[in-house]
């Protein structure tokens, strides 16, 4: 019965995403979700991307390639079905159960000369998690930002409700 109240209270509250600014080189955006485990499981379950990532917004088309090292230099990576592979971003900063630091560009930012930093944190709230993602990126964005921004928010937003769907479900 408990699993079912903290399900409801996890889809009670909907991502809450938002462009924060966006300017012809640089954006930055926001995700805020409510996990319905603990920050250091929700913590742990972040690590495993591979589980809750979508293979549509990967370059094999499978989630499963998906790994990410929670140590300082570890690698948000995928491997391809040739062989080859991706590094998507570094780790740079771990406070396991709190906050977690990547920097590198994500997507197709990877093409431009861009960078990016996102900064994760898992706070408290109640028997759950306020998880909130910032990704912020600078540098050359052929055609503007801003204009990408929008698109950059939406998939870091479906991100996010998918591992807090995956969290409520193990509940």
Avoid at 51 to 65: L, P, R
Wanted: glycine share 12%; hydrophobic share 45%.
């Amino acid at each position: 019965m408990k699993a079912i109240a903290l399900a409801a209270i996890a889809f009670a509250s909907p991502a809450a995403a938002d462009v924060v600014s966006a300017s012809s080189n640089g954006l930055e955006v926001r995700e805020t979700v409510t996990l319905d485990a603990a920050p250091k499981d929700a913590f742990a379950a972040f690590g495993r991307i591979g589980t809750w990532w979508s293979g549509e917004h990967s370059y094999s088309g499978n989630a499963a390639n998906l790994s990410l090292e929670l140590t300082p230099g570890g690698c948000f990576c995928e491997r391809l079905p040739n062989g080859g592979g991706v590094q998507h971003m570094r780790v740079a900063y771990v406070d396991p159960g709190k906050r977690l630091v990547l920097t590198g560009p994500l997507g197709p930012l990877l093409y431009l000369a861009t960078t990016g930093v996102m900064d994760v944190t898992f706070e408290p709230v109640g028997s759950g998690t306020r998880l909130v993602i910032d990704y912020r990126a600078a540098g050359f964005f052929n055609g503007g930002a801003d204009k990408m921004a929008p698109a950059v928010d939406g998939v870091l937003g479906g991100q996010a409700k998918r591992l807090q769907a995956a969290l409520a479900s193990k509940r």
